[in-house]
Nanobody, 114 residues
């Protein structure tokens, strides 16, 4: 069965860094576009970054130059390196494939606060 497991979140001060991981199972990982999303309190889930099968990347404007998405097909894992974190980056971060399967993991909480 399809499963996505996010990890690596935590509490960090403004300007700090984190690296999130997304372990996928139940899919042929290398054949899918992979996506990082986030959902802040009281807001809708938004796309943060995508990476294609060929590792072409795309970012929402608010994270360009600060976040970096990557993937390791041998490990069925995707990453999100987040630098220069801001309080407005506080959210639960989720990963998923595109197209998706209607299945979401529990996400990983990122809190940016002094």
């Amino acid at each position: 069965q399809v499963q996505f497991v996010e990890s690596g979140g935590g509490l960090v001060q403004p300007g700090g860094s984190l690296r999130l991981s997304c372990a996928a199972s139940g899919i042929i990982f290398s054949r899918y576009i992979m996506v990082w999303y986030r959902q802040a309190p009281g807001k809708q889930r938004e796309m943060v970054a995508t990476i294609t099968e060929g590792s072409t990347t795309h970012y929402v404007d608010s994270v360009k130059g600060r976040f970096s998405i990557s993937r390791d097909n041998a490990k069925n894992t995707m990453y999100l390196r987040m630098n220069s974190l801001k309080p407005e980056d506080t959210a639960v971060y989720y990963c998923n494939s595109e197209p998706g399967f209607g299945i979401w993991g529990q996400g990983t909480q990122v809190t940016v606060s002094s």
